[in-house]
């Protein structure tokens, strides 16, 4: 469940606790939101700890190469004709 998926389920949780007067047999809506606004919180810090560790950045690191240096060049022996 991605951010997007927290914040609808804080904002369903919200609306069945403090926006309904409905009332279901068996059923505490109440409560409901209250759970659901629970996950949602949940998921939203769940979801920033996580973030927060994906962007910790490593300190950059330096790459040396190295030259090589032959004695044949081009074909030829140390400036000769390969005699």
Do not use: K
Not at 26 to 42: A, E, P
Not at 45 to 72: A, C, D, K, L
């Amino acid at each position: 469940m991605g951010l997007g998926g927290c914040i609808i389920l804080i904002a369903v949780g919200a609306i069945l606790t403090f926006a309904t007067d409905w009332d279901m047999q068996g059923v505490n809506l109440d409560v409901v939101g209250i759970i659901l606004m629970i996950v949602g919180l949940i998921g939203v810090t769940t979801f920033s700890s996580i973030y927060r560790r994906r962007r910790v950045m490593m300190p950059p690191t330096t790459v040396v190469e190295e030259e090589r240096h032959h004695n044949h060049r081009d074909g030829y022996i140390d400036g000769g004709y390969g005699m």
